[in-house]
């Protein structure tokens, strides 16, 4: 099973500062999702990432998928308190269908 | 989406009792999880909870701690059985509503456990 490595593993910024997230693996992705879990939530989707070289936009949330598929970014521009979360990428795992494979997740916490 | 509730929210239990977590969703799924959660941390995922048949169990995880069942399309329980202050943690389930691939995962928003 590939490594998926996340980093950082906290973050913690003022508000209107920029982040970003990163995760990488050693091996290629066949596609990469990213989730962010809020205090007494479960983890909800964000953005499938399937094509290398593609980059997607939610509002001020910009998810990048590298040309090789090895690596990805989340990268939120003028954080806001409400964008304070964890914040996971999971890949599907070739041994069964459906089964995700998580990173060890960034906890972003952004102050006003 | 599914909407998926959890049962309980949270608990305090004594060393050496069992407690059962249920987890309903509002429509058939075709897959259906369990995971573990310590704060801040990843998810693990426990097992693959499989309808009508026997639960498909991660390394490091055993039927004998932790039963499953899954009798229908809708519904599934995890038992944390004979609790120790380890077991403290946050059990999710969480599902896959189609066939296709690249589907999320929807998850229930978790069983706080506390064990003493």
């Known amino acids: 099973t590939q490594l998926l490595e996340q980093s950082p593993q906290f973050l913690s910024i003022q508000e209107g500062e920029n982040l970003t997230v990163y995760c990488n693996s050693s091996s290629v992705f066949s596609s990469l999702q990213w989730y962010r879990q809020e205090p007494g939530e479960g983890p909800v989707l964000l953005v499938t990432?399937?094509?290398?070289?593609e980059v997607k936009k939610l509002k001020r949330l910009t998810f990048q998928f590298g040309d090789a598929r090895k690596d990805s970014s989340l990268h939120i521009t003028a954080a806001q308190p409400g964008d304070t979360g964890l914040y996971l990428c999971?890949?599907?795992?070739?041994?069964?269908?459906?089964?995700?494979?998580f990173g060890a997740g960034t906890q972003v916490v952004v102050t006003p | 989406s599914a909407v998926i509730s959890q049962k309980p929210s949270r608990d305090i239990c004594q060393r050496g009792t069992s407690l059962t977590i249920q987890c309903q969703v509002d429509?058939?799924?075709?897959?259906m999880f369990w995971y573990r959660q310590q704060p801040g941390q990843s998810l693990t995922l426990i097992a693959t909870?499989?309808?009508?048949?026997?639960?498909?169990?991660e390394s490091g995880f055993v039927i004998d701690k932790f039963p499953i069942s899954r009798p229908n399309l809708t519904f599934s329980t995890l038992t944390v059985s004979n609790m120790s202050p380890e077991d403290s943690s946050i059990y999710l389930c969480?599902?896959?509503?189609?066939?296709?691939?690249?589907?999320?995962?929807?998850f229930g928003d978790g069983t706080r456990l506390s064990i003493l």
């Open positions: 990432v399937v094509t290398g070289g």
């Open positions: 999971a890949q599907l795992t070739t041994d069964s269908w459906g089964k995700l494979q």
């Open positions: 909870a499989n309808q009508g048949s026997e639960a498909t169990y």
């Open positions: 969480s599902v896959v509503t189609s066939g296709f691939s690249n589907q999320p995962q929807h």
């Open positions: 429509s058939q799924v075709t897959m």
